[in-house]
């Protein structure tokens, strides 16, 4: 059957990376090569914050969790991202997160890439926490604790040690199994690997604080006096009502940047702070129009939620590496007439000639 | 590159019908048969009209057209629509309007179909047309007026054949040319086909009246003198804001049903009226919770602009033909490690497993 009809034209398809072929674009690449690049491409997209249209993301609850469309435009490209969290996949064999991604032209609508997400967010995820640590750690930061080692882990430890200089890792996870897993998996990256057996362990000497756990809850994975002045705190698991990691006292001490405010103060962990507590927002920082680190006490947080324009610049950033790298396939996803009146003459005749070719 | 890296697990795919295949479905089944199943999966969703999350669509609008995502959710299964329309684009040689769509399994936010959509959507406003005729229009129908002859016009014809019992149909379009085209490509299908020279022609003695233009602008295609009482009109072409087909006159002696008011008051017809003019939602007709038509001198206007549900609808329909046709190949789109927190560690034994099998 496969080849009873004519070949669609060149109008019709769409590029597709599967996670096979992103896979390969990491490795070819080179996963720190990956973030470094996809990190100035989120650098980039926050320099123009303003040519974006923002939308805060189309939620779907359900007891189970939550389906979400994240879209946004810059005029010219415009992208989505399809993106499940449903806490209770893991126990069950499934991740928690996937996704999937696409571009499209803005001027006729044509979609001109669908993407895997799910390996794609991780280096995204990563590589957006690094442009805020770059403006808002400690300069001399060289040790990060990683509380929870799940599927996020070894990202941000290579993003942190390529974008900023980090050479120490001190992992900690409520299940050892996760914190080994992580240690094996960065054991040839150059980076010196803790395993911590508490979070107070692993938040001891470090600069730069990633929290990326998984609960679902009001999980206080930090507590107040475990935190002291001068840190930097990546927080990137609370990323919906209801799941924060951080106490709130940690909050009302630190100086709190957030990617889209409006979503942040729905999903972030400032959910747990009044709706007009200050806040900056990252892309200020970046184009130099509010501070970031003001002194070397002061406690700086990024309450990382993801926000739709950092998708959008992970999806220009693979759309850039179709040519080069060759990892993808062609998608027959759009009909495309000779004659675009003419939609049911095409179907007809795909039948006619399919026949044709068939009974040959 | 292909079979460098051992095959991704059954979780991890989704199964794509292309145009290819979409098509291959439809000639498979016949294109009367698959209008008039769809439109019993329509009727049924319309059935359950409670269970669905009804969400207006969200739409990025640009100076030459509209992106819109459509998503909704009947508890157990989500789906959504990426749907374009770009009326400038058929003088480029593109579509006007391109789409795909999406279903998931709610309980673990897994896609489970991904389809072409431009043909499937032809098919399923026809199915839907066909529905709401089946409720509203004089049950003696046999001649049916077509006026606007593009990408939908067939589908249209042998929906009303198949589910109506219509047998004439009465074509006008402004350009001869879509005449011609829809002329030749119904008329092995039983159908008596007349070719008019003006929308007059075409209306006259016509029981029922689809209006199917693609021109933005507030086009007035029917006028009030056109419309005789106890016809039904099938007003398909009036989608966005700023595009209607009818004169405001008509909209006023007729009752008029909609899918979903607060959608089809920025989007049909009805955006002529004021804000609160009484409309009748189809569903609930379809249930026998409000009456269709009454008398055989009321004029119905089901004042169409399409609506999440029938694209559910329809993509559920094609889901299940997936198992008996075969039309259909399976997309690697989901990362799925053997540990769920080991993404990392996925994407670089890919890399050492593709090297070995490269080098070997």
Redesign the interface.
């Known amino acids: ?1 496969k080849n ?2 004519p070949a ?1 034209s060149a ?2 398809m769409v590029p ?1 990376v ?3 072929n992103m ?2 674009i ?2 070819t690449l080179g ?1 720190a090569n990956v973030i470094e690049k996809m990190a100035d491409y989120i650098e980039a997209d926050f320099l123009r914050w303003d040519q974006f ?1 923002k ?1 805060p993301r ?1 939620a ?1 609850h ?1 007891r ?4 979400e ?1 994240m ?1 946004t ?1 810059d ?1 010219e490209t ?1 992208g ?1 991202k ?1 993106v ?3 806490p209770a ?2 126990a ?5 997160v ?1 996704a ?1 991604g ?1 571009l ?1 032209r ?6 001109i890439l669908l993407s ?1 997400m ?2 794609l967010t ?1 280096l995204r995820t990563a590589a957006t926490s690094a442009v805020a640590a770059k403006h808002l750690a400690p300069a001399d930061s060289r040790t990060m604790a990683m509380i929870g ?7 941000q430890a290579l993003a942190f040690q390529r974008v900023i200089g980090i050479d120490t890792v001190r992992l900690y996870d409520i299940d050892p199994q ?1 914190t080994r ?2 240690a ?2 960065l054991a040839a990256t150059g980076l010196k690997i803790i395993q911590c057996g508490s979070p107070e362990e692993a938040v001891s000497g470090a600069g730069i604080i990633t929290t990326c756990t998984a609960d679902k809850q009001y999980a206080t994975i930090l507590t107040d006096n475990m935190v002291g002045s001068g840190v930097h705190i990546n927080a990137i698991g609370g990323d919906c009502p209801g799941k924060t990691e951080l106490h709130r006292d940690i909050l009302l001490r630190s100086d709190i940047f957030v990617e889209f405010p409006p979503q942040t103060r729905i999903e972030g962990e400032i959910q747990q702070l009044d709706a007009d507590h200050p806040v900056t927002e990252l892309w200020q920082v970046i184009a130099n129009r509010a501070e970031g680190r003001k002194s070397d006490r002061q406690i700086t947080l990024f309450d990382s939620v993801g926000f739709a324009t950092e998708d959008f610049s992970a999806l220009r950033f693979i759309h850039d590496q179709l040519e080069t790298t ?2 993808f396939v062609e ?7 000779d ?10 005749r ?2 006619v000639e ?1 026949l044709k070719l068939t009974a040959s």
């Open positions: 059957m009873s009809a669609p109008l019709a597709f599967s996670v096979e896979m390969r990491v490795n996963p249209d939308t189309v779907a359900s189970e969790g939550v389906i469309l879209p435009s005029g415009y989505f399809y499940n969290g449903h996949n893991m069950r064999g499934f991740q928690t996937t999937f696409v499209a803005v001027d006729n609508g044509y979609p895997e799910t390996v991780a080692n799940g599927a996020q882990c070894e990202f996760a897993k992580a094996r998996n060759g990892h998608l027959d996803m759009l009909a495309d007439p004659d675009p009146r003419d939609l049911f003459g095409m179907v007809k795909a039948d399919g």
